[in-house]
């Protein structure tokens, strides 16, 4: 056996090599949203086009762990990055997920036919030739709306197949739960003639609704989602299906028509919907016009509890039996229905003008939020102090004590903000509606 050898006991000794050590490059990642694109197209032949429509822009980030980063992949050819890419595509797409391109060619083979073999188990809720609908920009095609209750397996795999548009584009949306009867799609469906003859049903959009039960028999139902496909956004389609839906609560007689949770953009399309009904509903024209009347001789401005240009209860009361719009969507709708019925050069315009000013201030201050004039006062006791006081409410409804955070130095500039932007989408909304009967009557003329 050999014997270890020892170190030399010469104490002049050769200096040691240094070994040289190289440092990798950090991988800072990439933004999923950056590096990942996603393409919607309808045919074999716009696959990999590139004028195919991209979606843009799509939040990926939420998708791919906490920092929405991809990590790995820099110049990579071949190999597996660290980021698990399947996985986090699979919590997009599910099953649908195909893994190469000729699978995903393969798809429109076999399912040319599915939309057109799915909606055949619904009821067609309103069928309009679209030149005969003056706001949708269809020359020749028809629409129709397909109401499809969940529950059933057409329905539910028909929703499985559009859970990854809910994810990528509907915010803050979650998949329904496709095994409840009270969830109900409305599907907007496009029928046009291809080249061969054909007549297949393209969908431009889709909504889900739910079915409440009211007290003692009726039902109420809320809008949850509502999507119209990227292409063909801002042609129409999205207030055309939000009138059906309307139509369709006002047919059934259901309690109310409200929505989850509304964007902006989408409770300005709602709100010039309900403006066209409001403006043909007979019994409201009344309160309408007592009002202006009462603002152009100066009775409201002057009033310090008149700053909603509140309608009688009874006004209220009709819209909602008739019209199925809730009191808090009605009150939205009715500033504009009294900015409508005032010329831009009436003296009383500034007097409006200061009254949604008024209104405003006053919701963000917790005037609206039920805290109006009320005061809760803590009581003496040897039970439990927590669950123990009274709350009353003083006379005339004084003003709350619910008070903004005193420590923002830019409160006023805030609240001057937000009063300019109703007043913006006041005058837009008023634009919008006062075009679209100028169009009516133009195409009755």
Known sequence: MAQKKQPSADPV???????????????????????????L??????????????????????????????????ELKRGKGITDLKSALQSIFAET??????????????????????????????????????HVELAVSDLEVVRMVVGN??????????VP????????????????????????????????????????????????YHYPDSTRIRLSQILILPPYQRKGYG????????????????????????????????TCVDIKHLLAFEPIRHAINSAVLSLKEGKLSKKIHAPRFVPPLSAVDDVRKTLKINKKQFLQCWE????????????????????????VRADILGKDSGTAGKRLIDVPTTYDQEMSFVMFRSKDSEPSSVQMDTTETNQEQQLQQLVDLRIREIKLIAQK??????SSVTAKE
């Not at 240094?18 to 440092?23: L, P, T």
């Open 433 to 438: 509606v006062s075009l679209g009967c100028a």
């Open 153 to 162: 397996m057409a329905t539910g795999h028909l929703y499985s197949c559009l």
């Open 336 to 359: 504009i229905l009294i900015y409508l019925s005032l010329g831009p050069a009436d003296k009383c315009i500034e007097d409006y003008f200061t009254i949604i000013s008024n209104r």
């Open 13 to 39: 000794t050769e200096p040691k090599k240094r070994r040289r050590v190289s440092v990798a490059d950090v991988d800072a990642g990439v933004e999923a949203k950056d590096c990942i694109k996603i393409y």
């Open 97 to 134: 997920l195909v893994e190469s391109k000729d699978d995903f060619l393969q798809t429109f083979s076999t399912e040319t036919h599915f939309i057109r073999s799915a909606v055949s188990t619904g009821e067609v809720i309103q069928h309009k030739a679209s030149n005969e609908h003056s």
């Open 165 to 212: 548009l809910v994810l990528l584009l509907v915010d803050g949306s979650n998949p329904i739960d496709v095994t409840d009867p009270r969830w109900e799609l409305y599907l907007l469906i496009q029928k046009k003639e291809d080249q061969q003859g054909d007549i297949p049903n393209r969908l431009l959009g889709f909504t889900a609704l739910y079915r409440f």
């Open 239 to 270: 207030s055309y299906l939000v009138e059906v839906l309307s139509n369709v609560a006002i047919a059934e007689n259901v309690y109310d028509f409200t929505v989850e949770e509304p964007l902006d953009s989408f409770q300005h399309v709602r």
């Open 41 to 74: 197209v309808s045919s074999k032949e716009e696959v990999g086009v590139s004028d195919s429509f991209c979606i843009n822009p799509v939040d990926l980030n939420s998708f791919f762990d906490e920092d929405g980063k991809i990590y790995g992949y820099q």
